[in-house]
């Protein structure tokens, strides 16, 4: 099996400068996305592995083969489109065979391989079909089949599930990891939505701007965001960032100290972040809570959320039991759990080491 | 793409191009020329002498040496036939774009019994070559004692630009979102008044770009004209320039200058066009 | 407006003027043109008008001019459109291609469309000029003839001649229509045909020429459907000559009518050539089931 290294890669289209010198490796055999907001450069990035696009500087290897001067059909790669880009002349078996037909596969052993792709994906009644007859989950086990039938090295996945109705998209995130387990090939799979990246994969590699933000697994990227931008784009609820201080080796917000300590070297002035999970709702006074007034409240099913304001323009958002009742304008308090508190340099961006952050008065373990 | 692939496009395109505007590349070059240079042999590509003798011709009725006992030369009716082409393009186009987009809004705001059948039926007329409408419509002419006058033709060439007129109107008005009238009506307005004051407005764009195919269709038209008029200081430019070929002498200069003359008009338009109708087309489109 | 008129009213007042014009100069002409096919008119006796039953039509259909005119009218009409289809679907696709400043490429090529045709056979005839034309002088620099070639005055050359004036004229209709159709494919298609492996040609081959294979169908018929009747484009160029040779039915129908005189004989063909016009119509819904729903994928 393969995997993809990239090196010092560049790209720009006239003077818009996409990519900036990325590095990035993905292992063998392992489902990694490429996460990020539109414009972030993943796409472009994926077009290049594949080879339909060729870049101003840098290398790709897959393996030890260096594929960046190699046209597509040449690197043993197989994609799948956002709009599954299905031939719409050709019948669903054409569709599926016409990698092998290009190649000069005997027709015999194109329509054994075919049968077999559509017997995996359970489309073998839809053969004869054209691809306008068929429904956006049909043509997308098509678009599957012909990804599989050539049995590449690698898998490259542009979006495929922003089409779909959100039910079926649930259903197809399935099917996709499935999929995956099954035929353990290497795939890279680019995609906005972080629920998709979060349920799916192996590796997430967040981009912003044209450079590699973090990479790491969903457990990482969720629960050591490197820096602002992975913090606030990965979760839902999205993460509070409010502003800190550090008096004297103790971080205190709006005045409040907090039972968390700021590691050495940290600046005067601090980015606190904390989910929405890890805020409770306590009463005003108490040690280590930060006084508000109920800004608003929202009901999402099982859960409240309770966005209090705790300074002009500052609110934080806490995520509570549907039980939990507030009205607007009660003064209420916020207590953030001290184990789950990120702190960032707004300067750099970058978070502060974790380990080095200490609760103040906890006993010891 | 390769620079080279690049390069070789860029080669087709220009030759083709170049093999395309030829035609009147030559026949500018030739008009320019004097009569002596034009029937030489070989020719040369570009006038070694510049002269405006044929255009002064055409356009002043310049002195012309004709042979005495001739009669008036045909360059002589030239601006006459500028004039009454002028006339006839204009006049069929203002009927045409008139009843095309009466039509055509009522096509699409309302309803009645086969209203549906209306297009294509025009559309059949579209389909239907000349030569099988002339005959007829020179009868008709001739019992509504008529022929020989530019209302004929203006009404001839009614016959042959509506359908297209009606089709194009038609087509804009379906993406003209209804709300804006519904919002005036909401107001008060008649439909009279919704229509005056509220559709003609944004119909602009479509008017003229159907004005324009009219005026370009009735402005080149040969057979009606040939078939309906008579009189030499009648004709419709492209009718009267044929004459040019009458008697033993042909003077090419003459031909290719007014080759030019009545091109011109119609490149303006198209330039004109090309330009309107893009904007139109794009400013026209209703915001959601 | 003192009175309202109602909805309805109002549409059908805007609809009258059409009404009135369709029937005064659709309806009324084709009628008539039926009618006069079935007696013997002379535009210089126009009271004398006896009705002939199928007469005119027996004269057509046994006069060998109409033969021969046919003939040539399906020579004309078939050269001139394949040409038009290969030419244009490949300015087409060389203009299809993301180059700067492809759009005023695009501008001038439409040019031929809009010049009046006296103008183009005007402009024909002194550069296919046998004595002294610019084209025959070109040729012979080039080296690619040894003598001057008489354009207009032999039958072959000037079927010829006329066939390159349709072709000049009328490409830049199917450049457009072509182009269009090649604007709306999308290009991830040809993505995932790169990504499968597939070659320049044979992408041209089994993504772009499908899909404008329909296209390309109605651009052919309405193309051969127009150059088969068009009646300038001979008639100025060579007036059917020289002799008969570049007759086409339409000059056949006028030639009759003003020539001879005989406008009952010329209405007569003018109702033939409207039959074979439905039935090539016809013929070609069925073939193709116009109107069925094709929505590519």
Known sequence: MTDVAIRGLSKSFGTNRVLKALDLTVPSRQFVTLLGPSGCGKTTLLRLIAGLEQPTEGEIRFGERRVDGLPPGERNIAMVFQSYALYPTMDVARNIGYGLEVRGTPKAERRERVGAVAKVLEILHLLGRKPRELSGGQRQRVALGRAMVRKPDIFLMDEPLSNLDAKLRAAMRGELRRFHLDLGTTTIYVTHDQLEAMTMSDLVVVMNEGVVQQIGTPEE??????????????????????????????????????????????????ILGIRPQDVSMATPGEPGTIPGKVWMVELIGSERLIEVEIAPKVRVTAEVRASHRAALDDAVAVRLDPAQIHLFDPASGQALPREAVREVGARPA | MSRWAAALIYAVLGAVTFVVCFPLLWAISTSLKPKDEIFRWPPTLIPETITFESYRELLFGGAVASAPGAGVPPSAYFMDWFVNSVIVSVGSTAISITVATLAAYSLTRFRFRGQRAVPYVAILGYMIPSVIFVFPMFLTMVALDLPDTLLSLILGYVCITLPFCLWLMWAFFRGVPIE????????????????????????LPGIIAASIFSLIVSWNDYLFGRVFMNSMDKLPLTVGVMHFFDGTHVDWGLMMASSVLMTLPMAILFGFMQRHLVAGFGAGAVKG | MRFRLSDRQVGVLFMLPLLVSVALFLVWPIVEAIRLSFVRYNPLRPDDQPFVWFDNYLFVLEDPLFWESFRQALVWTGISTLAQAVIGVGLALLLHQPLRGINAFRGLLLFPYIVPTVVIALNWRWLFNAEIGIVNHLLLSAGIISERVAWLSTPDMAMASAILLNVWKYTPFVVIVVLARLQTIPTELYDAAKVDGAGAIRRFRDITLPQLAEVLAVVVVFRTIWTFNKFEEIYLLTRGGPGTSTYNLALYAFDQAMANLRMGVGAASGVIMLVLLLAGSLLYIRLTGFGREDRAA
């Open chain 1, 221 to 270: 990227v969720y629960a050591r965001p490197a820096n602002l931008f992975v913090a606030g784009f990965i979760g839902t609820p999205p993460m509070n960032l409010i502003p800190a201080r550090n008096e004297g080796g103790r971080v205190t917000v709006e005045g409040h100290p907090l039972p968390v300590a700021a590691p050495a070297g940290a600046p005067a002035e601090l």
């Open chain 2, 180 to 203: 804006i009238e519904e919002a005036a009506l909401v107001d008060g307005a008649t439909r009279l008044q919704v229509f005056r004051q509220i559709v003609l407005p944004v119909a």
